[in-house]
């Protein structure tokens, strides 16, 4: 009888075992992991963060939920990208991200296995990131948006706006992957318009304020700032100095425009971002990067300052003001 009662025992403890709970590491999968690789500071390009997580939760991913993101920023030290591309790697997130052209080259050096998706203003097969856009094989696609292209069209509509200008200058970074490419079109352009152009290089702090005293030792009438992650963190101070100086200015930023910049002209990157972010929520479904063509936004705006035109002594042409998508008052 004793023995029964012991195997009774032993088979009800055996059940009540099987219908315990699991721990809670056991209930939850783990929740993958995006690596996101910035080449400035975080807070500069919180706009299209967010943009990049409204593409996510478009694919149906919430950080907190259902992923989780490493972040890494370069602070536009773009000499740091390549070793936090690797420590991300070596995290074995499930997606790296690579937010602009410079981060999304150290990616692609990086890694031929972890799956890459890119946001870069730059042509992605020039710059050696993919094989075509419609076919980008191996690991890697992304978003590619207009800027690289647009170069032209800033010299072209600041002569607009100051027809009399017979020399500009153009605001760079050499170590931006796009530069030589940039550089070239912007002088092509200017000779076209009969102006003389001078490139400046700024790639770390000192330079910009090299750059901007060299505007007014150059007597130069009008400035195109070409976008790049570390000229865009420093925006404001670019604007405000061009203003004081009396040196119209043209950007590729919104940002900069507000800031006091004369115009602006530039494809959308909040549009490019929350493309990546979508991109990047099929990846982790399990789409590869090979199958998914390199998207192209297309979007650009055209934003002008009359504010800053006032204290510059300029006004618009009508038929200039009537292409703007914002007028800043």
């Known amino acids: 009888m004793l023995d029964l009662r012991r195997r009774d025992f032993i088979t009800l403890l055996g059940g009540a075992a099987a219908a315990w709970p699991l721990p809670a590491s056991a209930q939850q999968p783990t929740m993958p992991v995006i690596g996101l690789l910035g ?17 996510l939760s478009d694919a149906d991913f919430v950080v907190g939920r259902n992923v989780t993101i490493e972040y890494r920023w370069a602070e536009g030290e ?3 990208l390549p070793t936090m591309a690797t420590d991300l790697i070596q ?3 499930n997606v790296l991200a690579a937010l602009t052209t410079p981060a999304a080259v150290a990616a692609k050096a990086a890694t031929a296995t972890t799956p890459i998706v890119f946001t870069t203003i730059g042509d992605p097969v020039q710059i050696g990131l993919v094989a075509s856009l419609r076919r980008p094989g191996a690991n890697v696609t992304g978003v590619t948006y207009l800027n690289v292209e647009l170069g032209p069209k800033l010299v072209q509509l600041l002569h607009e706006a100051v027809p009399t200008v017979s020399t ?4 760079v970074n050499p170590a931006n992957p796009n530069a030589d490419i940039i550089s070239r079109d912007l002088q092509v352009a200017a000779k076209m318009l009969g102006l003389e152009l001078h490139v400046l290089n700024a790639s770390i702090d000192r330079d910009i304020d090299t750059a901007l005293s060299a505007l007014v030792q150059l007597r130069v009438g009008g400035l195109v700032v070409v976008t790049d992650a570390f000229i865009n963190s420093r925006g404001e101070q ?8 009396k040196v119209p200015a043209i950007f590729q930023s919104r940002a900069f425009a507000a800031a006091g910049g004369l115009m602006s002209y530039a494809g959308s990157a909040s549009d490019a971002y929350r493309q990546a972010g979508v991109y990047t929520g099929r990846v982790l479904k399990g789409e590869k990067p090979a199958d998914l063509p390199v998207q192209q936004s297309t979007k650009v705006e055209l934003i002008v300052n009359l504010k800053t035109a006032k204290a510059l002594g300029l006004s618009f042409p009508l038929s200039l ?3 703007a998508d914002e007028v800043i008052e």
């Open 39 to 55: 080449s400035t500071a975080a807070a500069q390009w919180e706009p299209y963060v967010a943009a990049f997580l409204q593409g």
């Open 168 to 171: 500009m200058a153009a605001l």
């Open 238 to 245: 670019v604007a405000a100095r061009a203003l004081r100086d």
């Open 321 to 323: 003001l009537g292409r």
């Open 91 to 93: 995290h074995q997130v």
């Open 78 to 80: 773009y000499g740091r």
